[in-house]
Nanobody, 120 residues
Framework: QVHLVESGGGSVQAGGSLKLSCAAS?????MGWFRQAPGKERELVAT???????TYADSVKARFIVSQDKHAFELYLEMLNLKVEDTAVYFC?????????????????WGQGTQVTVSS
C-alpha cells in the first residue's frame, strides 16, 4: 500500500507560479497529477511513466512541468503562468507494478489533494 501526500498548494494571482510536491511512501510504477474544479469532473493534468516520459493535458502544455525524484519517491508539478481556470484541488496519483516490467493500467492510489486558487 502506497500512501501519497501532496503539498505546495496555495493562492496566487494570475500569471504567478506554484510548485506542487507529492511524497510517496514507497516506490511506484508511474505517477500523475489530476485536478478537480468545483462542479466539474476530475481531469488528468500530467503523467510521468516509469521510463520518464511525460504527457500533459492540452490546457497546461507549455505552462506545467512534471518531474520526479525517484530516489526520494517524490513527484513534482511546476505550474507557470497560472490562469484563473487552473483553480482546482490537485491530486497526486500512482500506479502499482502489474508485473516486473509493466504498470497496472489504472491509477490505484490517490493523495488527499491540495487546493490551488488563482485570482485575477
Amino acid at each position: 500500500q502506497v500512501h501519497l501526500v501532496e503539498s505546495g498548494g496555495g493562492s496566487v494571482q494570475a500569471g504567478g507560479s506554484l510548485k506542487l510536491s507529492c511524497a510517496a511512501s514507497g516506490p511506484t510504477c508511474a505517477m500523475g497529477w489530476f485536478r478537480q474544479a468545483p462542479g466539474k469532473e476530475r481531469e488528468l493534468v500530467a503523467t510521468l511513466s516509469r521510463n520518464g516520459s511525460a504527457t500533459y493535458a492540452d490546457s497546461v502544455k507549455a505552462r506545467f512541468i512534471v518531474s520526479q525524484d525517484k530516489h526520494a519517491f517524490e513527484l513534482y508539478l511546476e505550474m507557470l503562468n497560472l490562469k484563473v481556470e487552473d483553480t482546482a484541488v490537485y491530486f497526486c496519483a500512482s500506479k502499482i507494478f502489474d508485473t516486473l516490467f509493466s504498470c497496472h493500467p489504472n491509477f490505484t492510489h490517490w493523495g488527499q489533494g491540495t487546493q490551488v486558487t488563482v485570482s485575477s
